[in-house]
């Protein structure tokens, strides 16, 4: 079955402190993938997108991920964290020959100001 | 454009119950797909609807159920309600080209 695996559940960091989010998809097929952030309180949002061409994606808030096919992964990236990035952050798979989407678990960064 | 909206925002229920969801999708979004989430179990898929038909489906019992209406408009449905069902339900709509999907808030719903 197809799976997206967030290896970092829970994550501290002072501000200005560089970000990695590591995910890790299991499917062999073609593939969009997502992240999505959730601040406390707030809906699910969109933060970038990869569906083809450059294997680095930008998104808002300076946030970056890059695909790198022959690892299965979808790190997302951020140079300096804010305090205000505190917040869920979920990576998605969408597995276009089904055209069925699976989340990962979620990494929940806390950033220390 | 609007968003994604849900009805209600909140809903307190007793086991037993029924409760319907209700969801409108952004403007010419299509597909709308519905996920529970939980502390525990993090995001998990419930159903997609497309033109008003189920065309995909996960692994939960039939108590769940929706339908999707010819405005793209799309209603869950939990019968027997158990404490299990506590969660937050959230709709998300997308273009069939694009499947891109955009969030609602979401339905609290709690189960006494």
């Known amino acids: 079955a197809q799976s997206v695996s967030q290896h970092n559940h829970h994550v501290i960091l002072s501000e200005a402190a560089s970000l990695e989010l590591g995910c890790n998809y299991s499917y062999g097929g073609t593939v969009n993938l997502f992240w999505y952030v959730q601040y406390p309180g707030q809906h699910l949002q969109l933060l970038l997108k990869?569906?083809?061409?450059?294997?680095l994606v930008k998104g808002i808030k300076g946030f970056e991920a890059e695909f790198i096919k022959s690892k299965f992964s979808f790190n997302l990236r951020k140079p300096s964290v804010q305090w205000s990035d505190t917040a869920e952050y979920f990576c998605?798979?969408?597995?276009?020959?089904?055209?069925?989407?699976?989340f990962g678990s979620g990494t929940k960064l806390n950033v220390k100001p | 454009k609007a968003g994604v909206t849900q009805t209600p925002r909140y809903l307190i229920k007793t086991r037993g119950q029924q409760v319907t969801l209700s969801c409108s999708p952004i403007?010419?979004?299509?597909?709308v797909s519905w996920y529970q989430q939980t502390p525990g179990q993090g995001l998990q898929f419930l159903f997609e609807y497309f033109s008003e038909t189920q065309r995909n489906k996960g692994n939960f019992p039939g108590r769940f159920s929706g339908r999707q209406f010819s405005n793209s408009r799309s209603e869950m449905n939990v019968s027997t309600l158990e404490l299990g069902d506590s969660a937050l339900y959230l709709c998300?709509?997308?273009?069939?080209?694009?499947?891109?999907?955009?969030f609602g808030p979401g339905t609290r719903l709690l189960v006494l």
């Open positions: 998605a798979v969408n597995a276009r020959d089904f055209n069925k989407f699976y």
């Open positions: 998300a709509s997308s273009l069939v080209e694009d499947g891109t999907q955009y």
């Open positions: 403007s010419g979004h299509r597909s």
């Open positions: 990869y569906f083809s061409g450059d294997p």
